[in-house]
């Protein structure tokens, strides 16, 4: 079994910065990729940022320049830096893991809980 948490979400003002934190823990044997995606009030959830195993990243154009997406492979952690925040950033924050675990050949997804981003004008 495997879970995934997210941290590091609040409350800050538009400039601002935070940042975000997957980990993941259980029967992991590697992490093949994750992904951040963020789900604001009556829209569809965004897929806004990825890092790979190999560690190529990728990101969204909406985010491009401000969020940097980067990992501590050590700790199976992922982490989602956020700077140059605006209000339309405020969603709820989700890191979704593609896990290789202990006694599986198959590759499996794994959802955290979510963390809620809120920035203010």
């Known amino acids: 079994q495997v879970q995934v948490v997210e941290s590091g979400g609040g409350l800050v003002q538009a400039g601002g910065s935070l940042r975000l934190s997957c980990a993941a823990s259980g029967s992991i044997v590697s992490i093949n990729r994750v992904d951040w995606y963020r789900q604001a009030p009556g829209k569809q959830r965004e897929l806004i940022a990825s890092i790979l195993r190999t560690g190529v990243t990728n990101s969204a154009g909406s985010v491009k320049g401000r969020f940097t997406i980067s990992r501590d492979s050590a700790k199976n952690t992922v982490y989602l830096q956020m700077n140059s925040l605006k209000p339309e950033d405020t969603a709820v924050y989700y890191c979704?893991?593609?896990?290789?675990?202990?006694?599986?050949?198959?590759?499996?997804?794994?959802w955290g809980q979510g963390t809620q981003v809120t920035v203010s004008s």
């Open positions: 979704n893991a593609d896990v290789q675990e202990v006694g599986r050949v198959s590759l499996i997804d794994y």
